[in-house]
């Protein structure tokens, strides 16, 4: 079968490597324009294409999906089946370029949480479990009939990060039994229940600020969902201050939310219900480091509390 991979981060790099070593062609990639990374801003290309030119395939990195010149340039492919993975939403008229349309990877058990966040969305919500749910693209967002599905677990201590790397298996043989089963021309589509949509829209960096007199738990959960980005942070002694790795505790404070309790080289918090033990963080202007550590150099203990 003759298939445009569409994508742009490392996850969804991981398939297109996959689907290299099938016996599906893949004639062509699709991914965003490089953009300015890292304190140089210096223009870098996405980990799709990176993967896509290793492999000495055409790229195409269009500003606008619904110009004229790349739905022809598209065409000239003649692909059979497009498979999206973090992409765009795609217009109609490139949905109807494929012979096949277009399969789309989703990391959510659809149609709970539709969006850009999806991954990020269930953690913060305290979910315990997920999944990744492969679907018929149509030109609403995460609308399309359904075609596979996988659940993936979520563990207490999983973040965004780690939780897309436990989707990329079950995702991965999610897609190849979807294109087996559109290949063999014998699909077996699932109507989503639309009442049941959840939505799962794009972070904001303001999402981050961590609001102690929330519990312990949903603390912690936000935590997890926006590592790496945007991270959850507060104020320690007139700087941002990252939480990046944290963990429940039975302690009792008894203190005010935000109030800082140390021990030894362990500093716990607490919250409007329960006590969050911090791991490590990350003080602005420096890297991770272990809490342990950060101790060691702290000139001042008294009164500590993130703001």
Known sequence: MKIVFMGTPAFAAYFLKSL????????????QPDRPAGRGRVLTPPP????????????????????????????????DLFVVVAYSILPKNILSVSRLGALNVHGSLLPKYRGAAPVQRAIAAGETETGVTVFLLDEQMDHGPVLERRIVPINIQDTSATLLEKMQNPGYDALISAIQNLEAGNPKFLIQEHEQATPAPKLKKEEGRLDFTLSALEIHNR????????????????????LRQTKLSEKNLGLEPGKIFIEKNAMFVSTGKGTLEVLSLQVEGKKEMPVADFLRGLQNREGLCFC
């Open 223 to 242: 935590i997890r969902a926006f590592s790496p980005w945007p991270g959850g942070y507060a104020m320690l002694q007139g700087k941002v201050a990252y």
């Open 20 to 31: 290299l070593n099938t016996p599906h062609e893949i004639v062509a990639v699709v991914t």
């Open 48 to 79: 799709v294409k990176e993967v896509a030119l290793a492999a000495g395939l055409p790229v195409l990195q269009p500003e606008n999906l619904k110009a004229p010149e790349f739905e022809q340039e598209l065409r000239k492919f003649q692909a």
